[in-house]
């Protein structure tokens, strides 16, 4: 089944309940690959391997909204703006 998220926000993802269906089986949606990556880089690679989500760069010392959301993947990033945690939808 395709969902067409709409851009966050809002959120989005019922019927999901995961990432791996947030995907729908089409597109990435972890990076692992991505730890100690240049922010700007991390972003092009998210949104080029997953056009449904928006990234939102989340500072060190900064935070989320701990709600699930498809159409959104956090960067979360260091003082020298690299990635710090594995990207992931949600």
């Not at 998220?5 to 089986?25: H, I, K, L, M, V």
């Not at 100690?36 to 080029?48: D, L, T, Y």
């Amino acid at each position: 089944m395709s969902y067409a998220w709409p851009r966050y926000p809002p959120c989005a993802s019922d019927p999901c309940t995961s990432f791996e269906c947030c995907g729908q089986n089409r597109y990435n949606t972890i990076w692992p690959n991505l730890i100690g990556v240049a922010v700007e880089e991390a972003k092009g690679i998210i949104m080029n391997d997953n056009p449904l989500v928006t990234v939102v760069v989340v500072p060190q010392g900064g935070g989320v909204l701990d709600i699930f959301c498809c159409n959104r993947v956090c960067i979360f990033v260091d003082e020298n703006y690299l990635v710090r945690l594995v990207p992931v939808v949600g």
